[in-house]
């Protein structure tokens, strides 16, 4: 029965979500040159292999009208979308596809038609979504859930914002699954780079990553992400996740949002990332999926030739004498409840009050653009803004004084460019907003008016994207209505030669971070986040949109039963060297003791005189000997091989005097400090050592705790014949020269000076990083043939073979076991249908 979060929504009911109409042909995969369309075979490879980018946006760059004497539609490229602007960023050779949907409705008669022209005349791949189908993504699951969420507003009540609704999510996947079919409608995977912008599309990667395990796949988010608190609230927090991670790369503006997510992975799916090279990585399943953390800039020469226009040189004119001998603040924002306009109304008025001499000298220009969405919020907005615009006017205005002038109107460009032009303040008071690109806009236009002097300032709030990037703006808590008055006065009354010094950093900045470098930065690090794509296998695992792909080494592959057991039964010298914890005995498991089928097995291997038989742990000797001590003729490797013991009859041998673990007096106070500062850690003490653990902490206080541990470690043990390490969730100080390598090396070693000889059979089986020194070792020592190193999990390792599960180690051990004592009537329970089972 499927579960209730229907992470697989798409396989378990593809012909109940909603009823989809299919798009009137499929469009040609490969567009070799402009006007010359091929209809290849959608599994044929282009020819051409020339370097192509396929841009993939909720809505494409375009102006759409209709011709009022044909009725037919027109299109031209929208010059101030940001998604057409990127393109500067890419070599004049390179082709852009877009691919999006329309703006406007398309009658299904008309489609084939547009579709043809869009992609013949503009590089265009539209997506002709139902109109049920679009208000419930866009209108739906996009604008009253995730756009609320991602701007930290909880649905805690039905007044406050929209509760999850599962119909609308079902349409966000749905939508998703048709921008995917297009975008392969028309992806050459070998040669192209595909890049997928903002929330709106933040599942469409699973599908791109289902069909083409190799396809080269970017994303950014345009929008704050939230903390791992807010974001773990909504039901499909997984699925969504897991869509992002089946990217190369992950593009946010700020740390601060990319922190945010690198927590979430953390939290919710376990996966921990590290810095590589400079650059944030984290490992999926084989993969690194990249993050990337830069603001995306503006089109300088667009909003250059804008200030150029005699228009725009008209209107500067007309506003200059409006206001002349007046100081102004300029303010631009949508029509939305986090825009923070009536903070900053607020915080004007206050300053009006309190500031009797800037009473008929300060004017504030708000002009609000069209609210993206309907709805009460949005209505609640406009009604508390026009309060209070009224009330500031009411009470301070004069018939030849307007304190607050509210454009409530569409602008135009030019229009805007001349406030900005004009204003001797900018203020972006948000109280949360993703980039925001009002302040980059009028740095640019004070700079490059020939009307004004070259300075500028600017307060912006800390809760805007753009904030850390503009380290001479005045930030502010947009909250705190009294201290965002004092930084307007402030920015006011500085000293000219500090505004000419922060506005001369800032263009610096502006001009240098254009949105040309966005992208060309972005796509050369999408080019390299992809480069090893053909050097690694890939499969793909998973149903629906719990898909993703394994990327490990091409020699590394599954061990077969059939292989090994044929192996072992040709052999006469064998080795067999297992860990415990995860190999025998799942990690998540609370009974740590092994099974009797896990007994038994052991026991029959053990019995086979051609068998050397060790357990190599990390375990105390205390424990191990309890547990197995019905495998009287097994060896025994305790505390990473601080303890070996060759049979149960036989003594404990150490590998280093007890004399020399004097430092754990030393090292076992420091842990108790931190053991008493992290909720939930814990001390293991050993024999040999001290393992410190944080499994049950807090993720990212425990592991910011082990890395000062490891530190504080190190320093103080310096000179002491221990090292310390850090694993999965623990820090371990262990004595110099113990690892579960060198124990193998010894074992191989005495059984040659036991005239054993050397094995020409040896199998090591384990899941932990601790276990590759013993892979590494075993293959740099044994010069046999048969040499089977096999991890636990498909991961990164030094071993050659891999098995899934402890399950499937039993198995193989049973199979083994079945091999050496072939007696029916006690080896029976072993008999396992190896094709079945693996």
């Known amino acids: 029965m499927a579960s209730k979060s229907c992470a697989n929504i798409l396989d378990l009911f593809p012909d109940k979500l909603l009823d989809i109409p299919h798009t009137p042909r499929n469009l040609p995969r490969v567009m070799t040159l402009p006007g010359i369309i091929t209809n290849e075979d959608s599994d044929s490879v282009s020819s051409g292999c020339h370097e192509r980018k396929i841009i993939v946006t909720n809505t494409l760059p375009l102006h759409i009208q209709r011709d009022p004497d044909t009725l037919k539609l027109t299109f031209s490229f929208d010059e101030d979308s940001l998604y057409w602007q990127l393109k500067d960023g890419f070599s004049p050779e390179t082709e852009v596809l877009y691919v999006g949907s329309l703006k406007v409705e398309v009658d299904a008669s008309e489609q084939e038609e547009v579709a043809q022209k869009l992609l013949e005349e503009f590089g265009c791949v539209p997506t002709f979504l139902p109109h049920d189908l679009h208000k419930k993504f866009y209108a739906g699951f996009c604008k009253q859930q995730l756009w609320p969420l991602f701007h930290y507003m909880l649905p805690i009540c039905p007044d406050h914002a929209d509760r999850f609704d599962r119909v609308l999510w079902q349409a966000y996947v749905s939508a998703n699954k048709i921008f995917a079919d297009k975008v392969m409608e028309v992806a050459d995977p070998d040669v192209d780079y595909i890049w997928v912008h903002d929330y709106h599309l933040m599942i469409l990667p699973t599908f791109l ?115 002349k001998g007046k100081k102004l603040i300029v303010g631009v924002d949508d029509m939305d409840i986090f825009k923070g306009i009536s903070l900053k109304l607020l915080a004007f008025e206050y300053l009006l009050q309190t500031n009797r001499a800037v009473q008929g000298n300060l004017v504030l220009i708000q002009i609000v653009n069209p609210a993206r969405s309907t709805g009460k919020d949005v209505q609640e907005v406009k009604r508390e803004t026009y309060l209070i615009v009224n009330r500031i006017n009411e009470t301070y205005g004069s018939p030849n004084y307007e304190p607050v002038v509210l454009i409530d109107r569409p602008v135009a460009r030019y229009e805007k460019s001349a406030y900005y032009s004009m204003a001797d303040c900018c203020i972006v008071n948000a109280v949360r907003d993703g980039m925001n690109l009002v302040p980059y806009k009028y740095i640019v236009c004070r700079q490059h008016s020939p009307h004004v002097d070259k300075s500028s300032m600017l307060v912006v709030s800390e809760f805007v994207g753009c904030s850390p990037s503009l380290s001479g703006a005045i930030r502010v808590n947009p909250w705190d ?106 990690q998540s498991s609370i009974v740590k003791s092994p099974s009797e089928e896990l007994v038994s097995i052991l026991i029959t291997l053990c019995n086979d005189p051609k068998n050397t038989v060790f357990i190599v742990s990390g375990r105390g000797r205390s424990s191990l000997s309890e547990w197995l001590a019905p495998c009287e003729k097994l060896g025994l490797a305790a505390e990473h091989g601080y303890f070996t013991r060759w049979s149960g009859s036989s003594e404990w041998e150490s590998s280093i005097p007890a004399t020399d673990l004097e430092w754990k007096e030393i090292a076992e106070p420091v842990m108790r400090l931190y053991t008493e500062a992290t909720d939930g850690s814990s001390i293991e003490v050993k024999e040999s050592g001290l393992v410190w653990h944080h499994q049950d902490a807090d993720p990212d206080f425990g592991s910011c705790q082990a890395k000062e541990l490891l530190v504080h470690l190190e320093n103080v043990l310096a000179n002491e014949p221990a090292v310390v390490k850090r694993g999965q969730h623990i820090v371990e100080v262990k004595p110099q020269g113990v690892t579960k390598g060198l124990v193998a090396e010894k074992i191989l070693l005495k059984m040659a000076e036991k005239g054993k000889g050397t094995p020409d059979f040896v199998t090591c089986i384990g899941d932990d990083r601790s276990d590759e020194d013993m892979f590494e070792s075993i293959r740099s020592t044994v010069t046999c043939r048969d040499i089977f190193a096999c991890t636990v999990g498909r991961k990164p390792s030094k071993a050659k073979y891999y098995l899934d599960d402890t399950g499937d180690v039993i198995k193989l051990l049973g199979g083994l076991a079945n091999a050496s004592d072939p007696d029916t009537s006690k080896t029976a329970r072993f008999q396992v249908t190896f094709d079945t089972i693996f």
């Not at 988010?221 to 992950?250: A, M, Q, W």
């Not at 039964?569 to 415990?580: G, Q, T």
């Open 209 to 323: 990553r289902k069909r083409y395990n190799r396809v080269k796949l970017g994303f950014f988010l345009h929008s704050p992400f939230p903390s791992s608190e807010i974001y773990r609230t909504l039901p499909v927090r997984d699925e969504i996740l897991k869509g992002l991670l089946n990217c190369d790369l992950i593009g946010f503006h700020t740390f601060d949002y990319a922190r945010h997510f690198l927590s979430c992975c953390s939290r919710m799916m376990g996966l921990d990332y590290e810095s590589k090279r400079g650059h944030i990585g984290l490992d999926y399943f084989g993969r690194t999926v990249y993050i990337k953390i830069l603001p995306v800039g503006i089109h300088m020469g667009r909003l250059e030739s804008v200030l150029n226009l005699p228009i725009t040189s008209s209107k500067v004119n007309e506003i200059g004498q409006r206001f």
């Open 481 to 586: 209505i009294e201290s965002v008055a004092g930084a307007i006065t402030s920015a006011l009354t500085m000293k000219d030669s500090e505004k000419k010094l922060r506005h001369e950093k800032h263009y610096k900045y502006v001009s240098s971070h254009d949105v040309a470098y966005w992208a060309r930065s972005f796509m050369q690090d999408l080019e390299r986040a992809s480069k090893d794509h053909y050097n690694k296998r890939c499969w793909g695992i998973g149903f629906g949109l719990g898909f993703r792909v394994v990327s490990l080494s091409p020699s590394f592959r599954k061990l077969s039963p059939n292989y090994i057991v044929s192996a072992y039964k040709k052999s006469n010298r064998r080795a067999i060297f297992l860990d415990y914890d995860g190999t025998l005995v799942p």
